[in-house]
């Protein structure tokens, strides 16, 4: 009996989290939605990565089967690459979650997490779990198992290692493991306070055929997922491939496809079948007992359905409601798809009824404690009675009495409200804590049940729909005019009044050199006022250490400069800021995301950065910098004492090259600017006249061809990599410039270096280059191919693998004099 109320109360949450934006069902979608009220089976599609998923696949049993199809992504994807910006792991993450968000909008499945961090590229399963606690992972698994209930489990990969990825191969054989511990009640036996072990049917492998990797075969099942959907007027390829292509910092953008579109299974446990996924499973309303009444209430109502008059289905609607209502509740499989369908039966009533409903803030942020001013909106766009009996806001005594809505009458009520002086600041769950390499600190396990946090502030509305009383949850938004863009929602902010944000997250000073920092004080409140706190380890000195914060305003910037001075010897710490307003402080910063393919997002963070001081010496003063997908090199280089010059496509077309002593290309210039390939005989003459060209990594597959020619002499480039950040690194020849000029380059500088040595080695090279580092992952071979060097002319060509671009931004010593002393490689005779 304690678990009954808890199925209710996780229906009514999941009702409650809408898109930013309401989305209005049309009249197909509304007919989708009644279909989908006679299918009583779910599926759920477990993978690695956002990225991982099939959308076709998801799209066919959400739309065509109609399905509760859920994607469990054992990851939030944070140790990946990024092709629109600058952004890495937590921050990464926070992209690639709404980019599987926006995904799901589109093909109708339903997105899950657990709280395994992506640690970046790992080459086998037994490496994965090293990083990942496994039972803890099994354990959300299993946990997202009981709730979800699916009759089916579909694996992206096999248990096999044909997928490549260790944390692919990991995701499958957790997904078997699953199968059975879900079903186990002696497995994880704190879940069974809040639900049931649940049995899936079977467990399948949608097998695949990726580049020379085809593990597709006749015999195994097939189903084609190519279909037309004649009510939304496209076909499952072409909806998924707009799924897709959401994946945008992946660069996942898919050409849409029709016409037959064959998947491929087999099975990995469970029922055996022979034609079909489900040929063992009841989807009938007649699994859960004799219920032909509902089968035919839902029958009638499709049956009678005007597209031109969606209000006219409210009554069947109500029948079918009436009838879910009934229900028994003693039965747990019962009382799940009775919360369900019922969620869904109502959503369709509201729809039928045109009714938009809206809360919007004066500002996208408030204050715990503080007061928000708001606007909120009704409107009943049908023939159907409609009437809000009440709108409850922050409390139960803050309401608004019975309204009736009149047909296509805009009705708008504006009040202030008051935020709680206890609320909780805006951040995404996962990150609120601490936490490792191998996963996340989240404690309430009902948080993996949802894959982003509920809106701060939710306004409850009490409406009569033709008769019959509902409870419509709306998320307390923002939203603007761009020009450009139209109308703009983003998610109301419960933030603190200030945030302090340092320019870098590291700051390297070279030889004990002092160097200016600044921070800056962003006001998110109005009439901010108090002193700003520099905070530096001992050994180090900040002047000044105290600012006065004058009053600001809201949404108002304060820059403040400090000077640090390192100890004479090498040293490292954490520089921290504080903002005292009266008997408060804050010590917060804000990391913000915007890109017009999710919604605006942001990460709340310590007030702080690594500080470091190091033994560099620096070759060569003035560099040019051609920036690529995104990265903070050029950033990093100015902080150690460089001259850096970004280079657009105009200005290389423009500006004399021999000025430089390097000119540097960001990683995947050459796959993100289609103009490369114009500059590059004047690159190549620049260094034949005596410059140095540095290449950081570049990809040359589907994602990233490479179209223009980088180098003076042949080479390719490999997807191999180094994934172990602590591997031991060889110099081939201890002799060559680039381990000794300016910097003697030793053990000590590969030592702290972030997630992994490089990725996307040279291999297969013309004589002219030299090797400089050999490398390798346990049990590998050797390889030669993360840097390597090609004198020409007067100058040298370089390509590097290394992961100078995560190693620089955090600060790490040796990557900084190893980078040095490429960009001052010495002139050839």
């Given at each position: 009996m304690k678990r009954i109320p808890f199925v209710i109360i996780i229906t009514f949450?999941?009702?409650?989290?809408?898109?930013?934006?309401?989305?209005?069902?049309?009249?197909?979608?509304?007919?989708?939605?009644?279909?989908?009220?006679?299918v009583v089976g779910s599926v759920l599609y477990i993978a690695a990565h956002p990225d991982d998923e099939n959308t076709r696949l998801l799209t066919y049993l959400s739309k065509e089967k109609k399905l509760r199809t859920g994607y469990l992504s054992i990851t939030r994807g944070d140790g990946g690459q990024n092709l629109v910006g600058k952004e890495q792991a937590e921050l990464l993450g926070l992209i690639r979650t709404q980019e599987l968000l926006a995904a799901r909008r589109?093909?109708?499945?339903?997105?899950?997490?657990?709280?395994?961090?992506?640690?970046?590229?790992?080459?086998?399963?037994?490496?994965?779990?090293?990083?990942?606690?496994?039972?803890?992972?099994l354990s959300d698994m299993v946990w997202i198992i009981r709730n979800f209930r699916p009759d089916v489990i579909i694996c992206r990969f096999p248990t096999t290692g044909e997928g490549g990825h260790g944390h692919h191969t990991a995701s499958a054989l957790l997904a078997v493991e699953a199968y059975s511990a879900a079903a186990d009640p002696t497995r994880f036996e704190w879940q069974l306070k809040f639900t049931e072990p649940w049995q899936v049917k079977s467990v399948f492998w949608n097998t695949f055929n990726f580049g020379t990797t085809n593990t597709t075969s006749p015999d195994q099942i097939k189903i084609d997922v190519g279909g037309f959907n004649t009510l939304l007027g496209k076909s499952y390829g072409e909806i998924a491939a707009e799924s897709r292509s959401m994946h945008k910092s992946q660069g996942f953008g898919s050409a849409r496809s029709r016409g037959e579109q064959i998947e491929y299974f087999k099975q990995l446990k469970g029922d055996s079948v022979k034609t079909d996924l489900f040929e063992n499973v009841d989807h009938t309303w007649n699994r859960l007992g004799n219920r032909n009444d509902i089968i035919e209430k839902i029958n009638s109502c499709i049956a009678n359905f005007n597209s031109e008059s969606p209000s006219n289905s409210i009554e069947a609607l109500k029948s079918i409601r009436n009838a879910l209502i009934a229900l028994p509740v003693n039965d747990e499989n019962i009382l799940y798809w009775k919360n369900q369908k019922l969620k869904e039966t109502e959503n369709l009533i509201v729809n039928c009824a045109g009714l938009w409903l809206e809360v919007a803030a004066s500002n996208f942020s408030g204050i715990p404690g503080?007061?928000?001013?708001?606007?909120?909106?009704?409107?009943?766009?049908?023939?159907?009675?409609?009437?809000?009996?009440?709108i409850v806001y922050t409390s139960s005594s803050d309401t608004i009495a019975e309204i009736p809505l009149n047909k296509n009458v805009m009705r708008t009520f504006k009040r202030s409200i008051s935020l709680d002086k206890n609320i909780a600041y805006s951040n995404p769950y996962w990150l609120k804590s601490g936490h490792d390499e191998g996963f996340f600190t989240v404690n309430d396990p009902m948080m993996l049940l949802q894959p982003e946090n509920s809106a701060a502030v939710s306004v409850l509305f009490k409406v009569n729909i033709a008769g019959i009383d509902l409870q419509v949850m709306r998320p307390l938004v923002y939203k603007s005019i761009d020009p450009t863009k139209s109308e703009i929602y983003r998610p109301f902010e419960v933030l603190p009044p200030v945030a302090v944000n340092f320019s870098a997250r590291a700051f390297t000073f070279r030889n004990g050199k002092s160097s200016k920092i600044q921070l800056t004080v962003t006001a998110n409140s109005d009439s901010v006022q108090g002193k700003v706190l520099v905070n530096i380890p001992s050994g180090w000195k900040a002047e000044p250490s105290v600012f006065d914060l004058e009053s600001t305003n809201r949404n108002s910037n304060r820059i403040f400069e400090t000077t640090i001075t390192p100890p004479a010897s090498n040293s490292d710490g954490f520089v921290s800021a504080m903002v005292v307003t009266g008997s408060d402080s804050v010590s917060q910063s804000i990391q913000r995301i915007e890109y017009d393919h999710i919604p605006y997002q942001f990460m709340l963070t310590d007030a702080r950065s690594k500080i470091v001081s190091a033994d560099i010496k620096l070759g060569g003063l003035n560099v040019g910098y051609i920036p690529g997908a995104g990265d903070d090199?050029?950033?990093?280089?100015?902080?150690?004492?460089?001259?850096?010059?970004?280079?657009?496509?105009?200005?290389?077309?423009?500006?004399?090259?021999?000025?430089?002593?390097?000119?540097?290309?960001?990683?995947?210039?050459?796959?993100?600017?289609?103009?490369?390939?114009?500059?590059?005989?004047?690159?190549?003459?620049?260094?034949?006249?005596?410059?140095?060209?540095?290449?950081?990594?570049?990809?040359?597959?589907?994602?990233?061809?490479?179209?223009?020619?980088i180098s003076p002499y042949p080479f390719n480039i490999s997807r191999e990599r180094v994934t172990d950040e602590n591997a031991e690194v060889r110099f081939v020849d201890a002799s060559q410039s680039a381990l000794n000029f300016p910097n003697k380059i030793n053990q000590d500088d590969f030592k702290g270096w972030k997630q992994e040595r490089g990725i996307y080695f040279a291999s297969d090279l013309d004589p002219a280059y030299q090797k400089i580092l050999s490398m390798?992952?346990?049990?590998?071979?050797?390889?030669?191919?993360?840097?390597?060097?090609?004198?020409?002319?007067?100058?040298?060509?370089?390509?590097?693998?290394?992961?100078?671009?995560?190693?620089?931004?955090?600060?790490?010593?040796?990557?900084?004099?190893?980078?040095?002393?490429?960009?001052?490689?010495?002139k050839n005779n």
């Open positions: 949450l999941s009702f409650n989290i809408f898109a930013q934006s309401q989305q209005q069902m049309s009249s197909s979608e509304i007919l989708q939605g009644m279909k989908k009220l006679n589109v093909d109708g499945a339903e997105q899950f997490f657990t709280r395994a961090n992506d640690f970046g590229y790992s080459k086998n399963p037994e490496e994965t779990f090293q990083f990942w606690k496994k039972d803890t992972i503080k007061n928000t001013d708001i606007s909120t909106y009704a409107i009943n766009r049908s023939d159907a009675s409609v009437k809000i009996t009440s090199v050029a950033e990093c280089l100015v902080q150690i004492g460089y001259n850096v010059t970004i280079l657009s496509d105009e200005m290389l077309s423009k500006t004399n090259l021999n000025n430089f002593d390097a000119i540097v290309t960001g990683i995947r210039a050459y796959n993100t600017n289609d103009w490369m390939q114009n500059h590059n005989a004047k690159l190549l003459e620049y260094v034949k006249q005596g410059g140095n060209f540095i290449v950081q990594y570049n990809t040359n597959n589907r994602i990233g061809p490479l179209i223009a020619k390798n992952d346990p049990g590998e071979k050797a390889n030669d191919g993360s840097l390597i060097v090609a004198k020409y002319g007067k100058g040298n060509f370089v390509y590097t693998g290394l992961a100078f671009f995560r190693e620089l931004p955090a600060g790490i010593p040796g990557a900084y004099r190893l980078f040095v002393n490429l960009l001052g490689l010495p």
